[in-house]
């Protein structure tokens, strides 16, 4: 009973149709797949019951009767994406922080799948569904052997996800912005210019940047911050 009254109302918390009345005409899985299908086509300002009810061919009172809000549907389309990460990895037997690294490029280049997420992420609240919290069980069971506190761990898993976001909005900015190479090509004439000698400094002293490789700046910084966070990081 007092988990019950701890447990916030969430979309899962109801039975997806109710004991009485006639069998639904669809599913909320049908309903997310196609808010997802939206969104990716056209953004998440343009998820809204009446345009997913035009797609479905239906009245917007009718999907009412399998999801409550459009908050609801968001929180539906948010952990539909997390049910996109594969989680087949045995935890616990391998390095820890070689799958830690795996998931984190799913995580990204979901992101980048779903240019919505991030946007969606700001705005949501902190509404785990069922496909999040598997998530966030597995990456614990994969962070067991590794050293850290479990606030450190959790507090890991939380620069894993910021840290995908991050870098699926600069791969969208880069693409915008012509590509990485015409970004650093801009950065050293700017430079070139001698009104900044701390960042001509450091374009001399790095030299010429490596041929384009958008998983190797991630996995690098993945893979220095991660163990610091764990291993040296205060309790």
Request: proline share 7%.
């Amino acid at each position: 009973m007092a988990d019950r009254e701890i447990r916030p109302m969430t979309v899962w918390s109801r039975p997806e149709r109710g004991a009485r009345g006639p069998a639904p005409e669809r599913s909320r899985t049908e309903i997310t797949t196609a808010a997802l299908a939206l969104a990716d086509a056209e953004g998440l300002a343009a998820v809204s019951m009446r345009a997913l009810a035009q797609k479905l061919g239906t009245g917007p009172a009718s999907l009412y009767r399998y999801v409550g809000s459009r908050d609801e549907l968001l929180d539906l389309m948010a952990d539909a994406v997390a049910g996109e990460m594969d989680l087949s990895g045995a935890t616990g037997g391998g390095d820890w922080l070689d799958d830690l690294v795996g998931l984190a490029l799913q995580s990204r280049d979901a992101h980048v799948r779903h240019p919505w997420l991030a946007d969606l992420d700001d705005r949501r609240g902190e509404v785990l569904g069922p496909h999040a919290i598997d998530y966030l069980d597995h990456v614990l069971g994969i962070l067991a052997p590794a050293p850290g506190t479990a606030g450190q761990k959790l507090e890991a898993i939380g620069l894993l996800g910021a840290l995908a976001v991050l870098f699926a909005r600069r791969e969208a900015g880069a693409a915008g912005a012509g590509g990485p190479s015409a970004q650093a090509a801009h950065l050293a004439a700017v430079a070139a210019e001698g009104r900044h000698p701390h960042l001509l400094a450091a374009l001399t002293a790095a030299g010429a940047p490596p041929p384009a490789d958008r998983d190797a700046l991630f996995v690098r910084l993945l893979r220095r911050l991660l163990p610091a966070m764990l291993g040296q990081g205060e309790p």
